[in-house]
């Protein structure tokens, strides 16, 4: 690919805005030997400023997703995109979210550029387990983690019953949940279906991929192993903090 095009479909800027980084200098090779328009330089062997380019395509990130923030690229209020460099916004191809943590959720959003990786964990037969930590508006009455188990729960409008879930009580009024689907507002209306309601959701692994320490509002990418981990079974036994 041509070097004005690798470097704008970063982000870094429009190809009129890279022609001008050429022509100041300021993309080099990694001995510091400036480039032309016509070099044909591999990723790896690019320097802008000095420091290396950011992942190519087919880069993926976890985030620590705050509340107030909407897993959107148009939303009146604040976006995710916010929470990443501002050229990550730009890319093309473009960072999507891998699923969506509704805005009062929290916790572990996966991106990625990666079509097929996003569709991998996101579609329905690949039941890639998600763990949340609830907390619920009413005490638990006991009887919900053999409603969620059964593989029968009809959410309302749905025709299909939800895929068995797997509950434990980890309070009073919170328990920690594994699901296998990413149905819309999927875990409000199991609790709603139960007569409780959700007054606070965070996403604490997916697969058996967890956050770790990466504080709230936090990023960082994701390496081969963790990748490989989202594919392991992460289930309410996984022992991994996050
Ligand atoms: N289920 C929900 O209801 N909301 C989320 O954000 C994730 C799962």
Redesign the pocket.
């Known amino acids: 690919m041509r070097l004005v095009r690798l470097i704008a479909n970063l982000g870094y800027g429009s190809q009129k805005e890279v022609r001008a980084m050429i022509r100041d200098g300021r993309l080099t090779d990694s001995d510091g030997v400036p480039l032309s328009m016509d070099s044909r330089v591999g990723h790896v062997g690019v320097r802008l400023d000095g420091e290396a380019l950011d992942p190519a395509p087919g880069m993926v990130l976890m985030l620590n997703k705050p509340v107030n923030y909407t897993c959107s690229t148009s939303d009146p209020g604040r976006v995710v995109y916010e929470l990443l460099p501002e050229r990550f916004g730009r890319r093309n191809p473009a960072l999507a979210p891998v699923?969506?943590?509704?805005r009062?959720?929290t916790g572990l959003l996966l991106m990625t550029d990666d079509g097929a990786l996003l569709h991998r964990v996101t579609a329905p037969r690949s039941h890639v387990p998600?763990t949340?930590d609830v907390t619920l508006a009413r005490p638990l009455d006991g009887g919900e983690a053999a409603i969620f188990a059964s593989g029968a729960l009809m959410l309302r409008s749905e025709t299909t019953p939800l895929a068995p879930a797997t509950m434990v009580a980890t309070g009073e009024r919170q328990a920690r949940l594994t699901?296998v689907e990413?149905?819309?507002?999927?875990?409000?209306?199991?609790f709603a279906a139960v007569g409780n309601h959700?007054e606070g959701?965070h996403?604490r692994a997916v697969g058996g991929l967890g956050l770790g320490d990466l504080a709230p509002g936090r990023w960082r990418l994701l390496t081969a192993g963790d990748i490989a981990r989202i594919f392991e079974r992460g289930d309410l036994s996984d022992g991994q903090e996050g």
């Open positions: 699923g969506r943590l509704d009062d959720s998600k949340y699901i990413g149905r819309y507002h999927q875990i409000k209306r199991m959700v959701l996403r």
